[in-house]
């Protein structure tokens, strides 16, 4: 017998054979995703403050799902573009969890490593890095880190902002570590272990 | 078995001995429905096995119990085995309960001693495994053998029908309900809360697909049932209460105050003319005109009386002006008159109460409210209605600009889990509709914002086709915001429309004068406590529920009441004018009848079982059940009583008992269910 | 496949909104566990507990009532009684040493075909997973059990379960 | 008294020093009660759940469970079950990890299974999270913030930016409104300032993409500025120290990308209170920004005193004024 999740009788799916693209990603997504509740209005697109730099609209990636297209929803930078600012959440008439979507998306093309840029998922690595590194988030490794890897040319334009930002004791030059770092990291462990299992 | 599951709270089934009832058990194959999956003929042969100590003396299977054939097989039984019980094991009760009480009744058995055991709706088309479908067959059956053996033969209730009508709501729905009745030479009830009938219709310019102008068609509607012999037209007038049943409705009207004498008044108008204050109106002219504080709402209005309209009028506030007064030619105007409570008696109630246009305020994506220029459905009909506000110049806010480009938005408050889940059916037309006006009368660029065109009924997409020709833009996409945020040179002072044009995969921003949004239909803001009042349903959206959405889609589960028009879910004019009229013609059936047969599922009290607790007496939304204070016991009125069954249960002492669904027969049913009461093997 | 336990359970149906569900999950042609066999009632609210108890005695593993949505009622708002009914029951039952998760309450109207085979379904597998309804061996934990009322023996809007307090 | 559990984030201490500061400069006045979470750690921001989700939520989840530990009993004297959150993507992550926790029962379980590895748990729905405003507005009340004005704003003209993070999702149902709230524009009122009607408000800063695709994320502040220089305002008011970040450090980095000259200061709405309530510049971080807000609080009287300006790295000379650069977003969006 598969095993029934609530949120797959309350959508009327009890079959295993029902787990399509579309399902996988939805089960993936932290929350009800709605994402099978689409009906393709372009709400998402037409809110997205990004959407001129988009390689597909959201909608449009919802259709692809549908479409089982799973690589090239994969190399789509469209998660990658996401700013999170929930405006296509709120206005949403089927009230998809569209951004969680995308974070969904985004850790999908990392594991199956198809993303086309890598500067987005670096970035976020990086971020993580540092914090399972310390506990906190470290703005000034980050920021060189991250610069150095992938806009060293940039840097010296960035120098006013850095330079400023240091002077002004905005940016720790050193990075502030919690005290129970044990702990956090054996429940970082373990839920790693469960995310694998899952 | 053990003890423990002996009966531990059989309270109530009788002790007293039982004679033992002659019951016939008829399994149908329905063709291959049942019987593909179902063993009906080893079902059959169990019945008349494992069933015979409970009484069963035949069990026969047939290929259609239904037809004619079927039904002489069941009569034949009833009259040469004396048959005192019958079971059909075939469709749901909901399909032919009617017609097996009916044959039992036309062999001589009392029809309520007959039981349908569902085995398709609830058996074989819901299972595919033939051995456990069988299994749970034989269960049911066993279930309704024991059941109907608790059957009592029960009378049907006969009661007169009043043969006038209450027509609750004067719009065109509730207009040609009301005359189809008074046509048919019966009296009805005409009852308004505004101060003119007319409706929603009224406040129309032009009517889709034919662009036929609205109040052309409607104002001589509404003469003839402001004229009719037949009709009592009750304008600026409420229903407050409602009791009784069907055929026996009684009904109490406020007819608020119009300080204005319907004896005297001859509807010249000088007192609209002379009085002082100016007030918005928010529900003719949809916010965007003004009227006086004494006023008739437009100038074709049925009465041609007008109201005073206490809140604003200056006399009523400052306590001096009494300007109308002084000028009323046949002295008409009347500060003292009070609000008068009619009460009235029909048979039958048909509710037209219409629709609210939905709240485009609550949309802040679309800045109604905040943007001058955002304009409401309602708001755009007035503006392009030649007696509206503008004479019917389609321009700004400010007045006397004419816009160049203007965007329709679909779907505004529709479709949507945010705000109202369903279709509101008229947007798309009525936004075709304004393209079209906009087109003709300024020349303007249009565009129409969709997420689907639905153009769905005789000559509405050949309207479509219409409008496409004239030029009018489509971008399908649900606009995501109407902002004033300008982004670049184009763009300032403008509107801007942005949205996904998902045809073509990119978002855009549209610049315009003039957005209309086409706001959806919902319920009245008062639908639930209305539905209350006359004792019928709202569905989850709020809209009224009829019996049967399909099959009989103006009745409700109250008998006597109709729902028609807009009340009952959104729809256009022809749509509601159907309904009226289809409500009309149940009506007329029911007052031919001249009596009405009531289902006999009632309670009742045992008097000397009661202990007067009162429990009961809040149980009951109908008022049914009142404590009759000389003998402290209390009692239920048959008329009123539903039969919904909630104080047989509440009743601590058992006292209350109700036929067609009694304790005995349902603890039969569940030990039937559960296969107790078969021959010990 | 292993032998499973099928258990039998007992629905009451409102006659005007879940007993049509059940029909029309029948026209659909629907699938659902075939383990629940249904009488037909007026209203939720005509729902004795003692009916639940009876069923339960009488072999029954578990109980479901079926009723009309929150403010749907055909009898305007008969079911909020049968709501009522059914937490006090649900104590009653723990009491008695029967896991109150063995009857449930769901709301179906009259077009909620899928609903009424899902929860049919769901329902059937939350029985198997509680076995067999074994009188008087029960009992350790159901108290516990009963304080923790969010658990989520009612399927519908949270919103409605904070205006019934008992 | 008003007590709360504070989770002031990581920006509180470094990027966005000056919510820090003013935000300790008005507890007292308002008669606030801050407690600080032992320990916290990092929300994740908007990168970890890009990445992996249950650590993501877990990560999340052990300030909640740290939080829960710490919450006195609630009917005690004292006691509190609130949450508050300066940061507007610390207060989403935390409102919705405990949200969702609740939404989807099965991500509770692991997430709680998780914390069990470090001998933590939190029950979803447990503690109430909330922002700083809705706290200022709707515990404290405008009444109350506007008897401490003792320096009223009144002529300065400011545009109330609220950022998208705090409006919504709102899965709680805490804001009038998901795209245009009127909580922070009624704070500033109670102030004394000249409120301008922003219809921006709640659009995106950028977030992170000055970090990733930084020409998307110039795009995005240059809507947020240019419209509100065009409304005359002096400055901005945020309540997220995200927000503050990018259009503050990075505004000179889009001047150059677009050739534009703006100069719009942005200060943290606390910054604004501080003033108000007779604070010294110096004490709510005023000229900790890199847009100084010198002469736009000069409007209003408030002299801040020079600090050492950072001499920036001199440019080269420059020669004869270019062409405006093409850049790829000129005529992008429109398809019309």
Known sequence: MPQMTDERVRAGMNREEDLSLLNEVSMKTAGVSHLEMCIQCGTCGGSCPVAMDMEHTPRMLFAMLRAGMRDEVLRSNTPWLCVSCYHCVVRCPQEVHIADVMYTLKGMAIHAKLYTNATAPHFSQTFVDMVEAYGRSYEMGLATRHYLRHFPLRLPGMMPMGFGMITKGRMAVMPKRIKQMDQLTAILDRAKQLELNS | ?????????????????????????????????????????????????????????????????????????????????????????????????????????????????????????????????????????????????????????????KVPINPNTLVVGGGIAGIQSALEIANAGFHVYLVEREPSIGGHMAQFDKTFPTLDCSACILTPRMVEAGTHPNITLLTWSDVVNVSGYVGNFHVTIKKKAR???????????????????????????????????????????????????????????????????????????????EDQLINVDVGNIVLATGYDLFDARRVSNYGYGRLPNVFTSLEFERLSNAAGPTSGNIVLRDGKTTPKNVGIIHCVGSRDKNFNNYCSVICCMQGLKFAHLVHERTGATVYNFYIDMRTAYKAYDEFYQRVLEEGTLFVRGKVAEVTNAARRESEKGKLIIQVEDTLAGKQRRIPVDMVILSSGLQPRYDAKEVGKMFGISCSTDGWFTEKHPKLDPVATMTEGIYIVGCAQGPKDIPSSVAQGAAASARVLDKILQKEVTLEPIKASVDHEKCSGCKVCNGMCPFNAIAFIEDDKVSDINPALCQGCGTCVAACPAGAISGTGFSDAQIIAQIDGLLLRNLEPA | MTEQFEPTIIGFTCNWCSYRAADLAGTARMKYAPNVRLIRMMCSGRLDPTFVLRALSGGADGVMITGCHPGECHYIEQNYKALRRFILLRRVLAGLGIEPERVKLVWASAAEGVRFASETTAFVEEIRKLGPLNWGNQGKDERERMKDENSSFIIQPSSFEKEVTL | MNKYLLYPGCSMESSGRAYGDSIKAIVEPLDLDFEEINDWNCCGATEYLGINLIPAYSLIARNLALAAKQMNPVNGTGGTHTVVAPCSACYLNLAKADYYMQERPSLGAKVNEALNAGGLEYKAGTLDVRHLIDILVYDVGLEKIRSKVVHPLNGLKVVPYMGCMLPRPDYQHRWTDHEHPTELDDLLRALGADVIDYPLTTECCGGHMTQIGPETAFELIRRLISDADERGAHLMATVCPMCQMNIDAYQHETNQFFGTDYHMPVLFFTQLMGIAFGKHPDEVGIGLELVSARNALANIGIEVPVTQEPAAPRKKDEGLPMPRRWTKHEGKEAVR
């Open chain 2, 1 to 157: 078995m053990s003890d423990t599951r002996s009966n531990p709270v059989d309270k109530r089934s009788s002790p007293v001995e039982k004679k033992i009832e002659r019951v016939g058990v008829y399994v149908c194959h329905c063709g291959s429905n049942i019987a593909g999956t179902v063993d009906v003929v080893d079902v059959a042969k169990w019945a008349g096995e494992k069933l015979k100590h409970q009484g069963v003396v035949v069990a026969r299977e047939y290929k259609f119990m239904c037809s004619s054939l079927g039904q002489e097989l069941i009569q034949k039984d009833i009259k040469e085995l004396g048959l005192t019980r019958v079971v059909v094991a075939a469709c749901s009760p909901h399909l032919h309960e009617k017609t097996f009480r009916t044959a039992a009744k036309n062999a001589g058995l009392n029809p309520y001693l007959v039981e349908l055991a569902s085995i398709r709706e609830q058996v074989s088309w819901v299972h595919s495994d033939k051995t456990v479908a069988t299994a749970k067959a034989k269960a049911v059956v066993a279930g309704a053998v024991s059941r109907v053996i608790e059957n009592r033969p029960l009378d049907e209730i």
């Open chain 2, 259 to 337: 300080f204005v004498n319907e004896e005297l008044c001859t509807g010249c108008g000088i007192c609209q003319e002379k009085c002082p204050k100016k007030v918005i109106d928010e529900v003719y002219e949809a916010g965007l005109g003004y009227r006086k504080a004494v006023y008739t709402p437009f100038a074709q209005a049925v009465p041609n009386f007008p109201v005073m309209d206490k809140e604003n009028c200056t006399y009523f506030i400052k306590g001096t002006c009494k300007a109308c007064e002084k000028f009323c030619p046949t002295g008409a105007i009347d500060f003292k008159q």
